[in-house]
């Protein structure tokens, strides 16, 4: 089974550019976060999808960040402008829920690295 | 106010010895969640063991288990017999309605030979 697929790895732009970040999640999962990982810190929800819906996006700073979940798979997060604060990893997870056996556990890709100078 | 604390963030600890890194949490949900994650220097994160708010049993997988002590809030882990490998980052996280799931700020675990 495939994983979590994230690109690109690394990023970076100067601030007041913008970029974006694309996910695809574990085939069937229907549950879909993104996360910001500042280095040091502890990952930071940022937004929750339940197949092409908004669950959760309470911590999104959304005057410059969208993030959309088109036909409830793939999804892409956005940053414009950036700002020098925005500098960390980007994690994106899926997740199957926790209908029947399943406990929710997250299953994380490798991350996308964006250094914003 | 629903949030996770790990009060340690860093830790030294003799190969081969036990370690316990601390989690509280609190929440008014009933029914929740608990996970433990590593994540070492190449970044990836793991999972290592899972509890249910409404598991009597505590957790256990291989040398993982999970003190789970609901009165208290606390789903501290448990390393038996570590290893050099096991040196990295550990993150409590809890799974809350509609399937929220928060982290706390992390350990760095440091295993010395």
């Known amino acids: 089974e495939a994983g979590v697929a994230q690109s690109p790895r690394y990023k970076i732009i100067e601030k007041r550019q913008s970029v974006a970040f694309w996910c695809n999640p574990i085939s069937g999962h229907a549950t879909l976060y993104w996360y910001q990982q500042i280095l040091g810190q502890g990952p930071k929800l940022l937004i929750q999808?339940?197949?092409?819906?908004?669950?959760?996006d309470s911590q999104l700073p959304k005057d410059r960040f969208s993030a959309e979940r088109l036909k409830g798979v793939d999804s892409t997060l956005k940053i414009q402008p950036a700002k020098l604060e925005d500098s960390a990893v980007y994690l994106c997870?899926?997740?199957?829920?926790?209908?029947?056996?399943?406990?929710?556990?997250?299953?994380f890709g490798e991350g996308s690295r964006l250094t914003v100078l | 106010a629903q949030k996770i604390t790990q009060t340690q963030p860093g830790m030294f600890v003799q190969e081969k010895e036990a370690v316990t890194l601390d989690c509280t949490y609190d929440t008014s949900d009933q029914s929740y969640g608990l996970f433990w994650y590593k994540q070492p220097s190449s970044g990836e994160m793991i999972f290592l063991i899972y509890?249910?708010?409404?598991?009597?049993q505590n957790a256990t997988e291989g040398r993982y288990s999970l003190n789970f002590q609901k009165a208290r809030k606390s789903a501290n882990l448990v390393i038996s017999a570590s290893q050099l490998g096991d040196s990295a980052m550990y993150f409590c996280a809890m799974r809350l309605l509609d399937d929220k799931i928060i982290f706390g700020k992390g350990t760095r675990l440091h295993i010395l030979p």
């Open positions: 999808f339940q197949n092409n819906g908004v669950v959760d």
């Open positions: 997870a899926s997740s199957h829920g926790t209908s029947g056996i399943y406990t929710g556990e997250l299953f």
């Open positions: 509890q249910g708010s409404y598991d009597e």
